[in-house]
């Protein structure tokens, strides 16, 4: 395996384009669909950020086949229409054999008629709703957990909760990734006996929550169940100090970096419990301690914002899976890249990945099973529920 040296490596990373690398003619060209512009830019960016700094350590020892891998990003501008456009251009203008994407499940879904349509696989990095492995759609490999799994992975720790929690009042973003969110949650809690209360909703770009926290105040629900991105996350948590609401919250999906939340919300966000797939801060929790250290290490010289982190380690263990499928294919077909995704067997940040079939019979997806944390915000420090 050919080497380079840390200083090295760290330029690379630093100093390669969005589209990941100066393509050439032999170059491997691989899709990356994020919003990196738009209401939740800043997450879509991170795992660009992720799958450059894979991009860049595949390059280092040798590429793929021989060839180097290019990233192309395209900007689904935080929209599914766009997120659509986005996959449609990389499909049709840049010949991608293969994509990653799309960050939100409502993007996701938006794009994956146009995988059936051109034959093209997609391994999926962040979405979590369950119809995108059980519509069958058999060019659809996701490597992050359904919210069925994150629920079932909550349940663990439902113990681990002093007080217990009695009952739950949900808050989620009015998409597939919210509506999604509540309905997994809601099953799981009711399952152990947990009384269930109000279950609102809002739009993706709304500021103000005051009637939403209102009727959850008035409901004597004892924790809250928040399923969006961490910016509307830290207005929820303000206003619901401002209104002297007396219960947990407990922000889902996945997709709340806890360092960004601690900077915005400040005293707001301490009691905060979040389900994270991926442990910056304790890195030797991790199922493979080594890379995550390395990781972690390699974000920091690119010089990254650390509280990306949970998010940029999907774009790094999507791009090496990604690789990984390629490799395992020798080839760039893609339909012998989707057939490779069966047989991959990767050590990622967030454990083994390897995909099970999932959805209808003869056109399953494919499911990776990750691991499920719990985290708990206190006096403005990230402590892991063990």
Do not use: C
Not at 219 to 224: L, N
Request: glycine share 10%; no cysteine; net charge negative.
């Amino acid at each position: 395996m050919r080497r380079i040296s840390a200083f090295t490596f760290a330029a690379l990373v630093s100093a390669a384009p969005t589209a990941g690398w100066a393509q050439s003619e032999n170059d491997i060209p691989i899709g990356v669909v994020q919003p990196l512009t738009g209401d939740v830019a800043v997450s879509g960016q991170y795992v660009l950020d992720g799958a450059r700094i894979a991009a860049a350590k595949i390059n280092a020892d040798g590429g793929v086949l021989g060839r180097k891998i290019t990233l192309i990003a395209g900007d689904g501008k935080s929209t599914p229409r766009d997120s659509a456009t986005a996959a449609q251009r990389l499909i049709l203008r840049d010949h991608v054999p293969v994509l990653m994407g799309a960050w939100g499940s409502s993007f996701t879904l938006s794009v994956m008629p146009l995988l059936e349509e051109n034959s093209l696989p997609m391994l999926v990095e962040t979405s979590s709703s369950p119809k995108i492995t059980t519509s069958g759609n058999p060019w659809i490999f996701r490597i992050s957990p359904t919210f069925k799994m994150e629920a079932e992975g909550f349940l663990t720790k439902l113990g681990e909760f002093n007080p217990p929690i009695k009952k739950a009042a949900f808050l989620a973003v009015n998409n597939d990734f919210g509506l999604a969110g509540t309905a997994a949650f809601k099953t799981a809690l009711e399952s152990k006996g947990v009384a269930i209360g109000p279950m609102e909703t809002m739009a993706s770009d709304s500021t103000d929550f005051s009637a939403q926290l209102e009727n959850i105040k008035a409901s004597g629900a004892d924790t809250m169940f928040v399923t969006t991105a961490v910016e509307q996350l830290t207005l929820i948590e303000k206003q619901a100090a401002g209104l002297r609401l007396s219960v947990r919250t407990v922000g889902v999906g996945g997709s709340t970096e806890p360092d960004q939340l601690i900077q915005q919300a400040g005293k707001a966000a301490d009691g905060t419990y979040l389900t994270l797939f991926f442990l910056p801060w304790f890195p030797d929790k991790t199922p493979h301690p080594q890379l995550a250290e390395q990781f972690v290490s390699e974000w920091k010289k690119g010089g990254y914002d650390f509280g990306g982190l949970t998010e940029g380690f999907r774009g790094y263990d999507g791009i090496t899976t990604i690789a990984a499928a390629i490799r395992e294919a020798g080839s760039t077909e893609p339909d012998k890249i989707r057939q490779a995704f069966w047989k991959v067997k990767v050590e990622g940040l967030n454990g083994n990945i390897a995909f099970a079939p999932e959805g209808p019979k003869g056109k399953e997806s494919g499911q990776s099973t990750p691991n499920v944390y719990i985290v708990q915000i206190q006096d403005g420090k990230v402590v892991l529920l063990q």
